[in-house]
């Protein structure tokens, strides 16, 4: 039985009709002009750059530029890909087979355990608890384990909640993992979108031996775009993930290895990551001032990191009916939380230009003032 990628399913359907967009989750994307300006690239260089392949893998410039990223990571553990999405449909091809189970955090971007579940293996969740900060319910993650858990998946920050797993949470994963020999596959795109700090969320890689690490030019950086991912792995899997890359995409293109060289050169990358965090710390102000216009509807965890939040609300109408109503009467867009397997929520992107977000809040608000009418 296939099992649909609900968020992006919805994405989808709805997106393009939407006035005003709060569903994606990244930051507001940059101009291809505004890129050249932060790297210094100029458009004789662009227009002298021959758009053949590139190498099927990514170019080694770029691959070496990510492999800088990653403590004791050389070119070889690198996979560039067609965005993050390409690197977590690989690893769930590459590391899973009958009999397997997987573990996975709710909520979460359900898409490589919604591969997993396309595959025929078992998945099973296990929460972030709202009630704690969104901290990983650690005895429950034991308790799911067992000796057919082949793969324990992570968004690191969280996609939709922007918790971050703190110190003793990333130890009780390893050991876990550890324990039973299982991958961790560590969704790490929104590391350098964080609220409370200048330090990027340190990568799994490096802490264990069975790490996959996977990010993408999407949401830190603000170039979703490029469509350019890559994964991070030891030598032997990047080689099994480069031979089905071969049949699924052959290569990024050359224009996206090319950009993404140069936002990735240390000045013009902390450049971009300083442009994310003020759009998303400005953001999340404005949203929560937005928030508290009806008293005791809205509530959110402060996310930790990435340009979103994981809204709660107390009114008698489903995620999927109260997003749609928000689309159909308020021409607005955003993810209802039975995407994510939880209702009463929605995700809310807030890292955008003010007056569009203050507007979007504004609309919310409106329907919810419909709705208590009603």
Sequence with gaps: MFHPFQ??????????????NFSESGVHPLTLGELLELTGLTVEQLQATELNYPEVNGTQRLRETIAGLYDSANAENVLVTIGASEANHLAASCLLEPGDEVIALQPTYQQLPGNALNLGISVKTVPLQEEKGWRLDQDGLATAASDKTKLIHLVNPNNPTGHILDSDERAAVIAVAAQRGAWIVADEVYAGTERGGNQATTSFWGDYDRVVAINSMSKAYGLPGLRLGWAVAPT????AFWRRHEYAAISATMLG??????????????KITARARHLIRRGFDSLREGLTVHDGVFSV????ASAMSFVRYNLPIGSMEFSQRLLSEKGTLVIPGACFGLE???????????DYLREGLDRLNQLVADIKRA
């Design 7 to 20: 968020v992006e399913q919805f994405l989808s359907e709805y997106e393009q009709l939407a006035e005003l």
């Design 236 to 239: 032997d899997l990047v080689q």
């Design 257 to 270: 290895n090319r950009l993404a060289e140069a936002a990735l050169q240390p000045e013009a990358r902390a």
């Design 301 to 304: 965890v402060p996310p930790q």
């Design 344 to 354: 009463n929520h929605f995700r809310f992107s807030s890292a955008l230009p003010d």
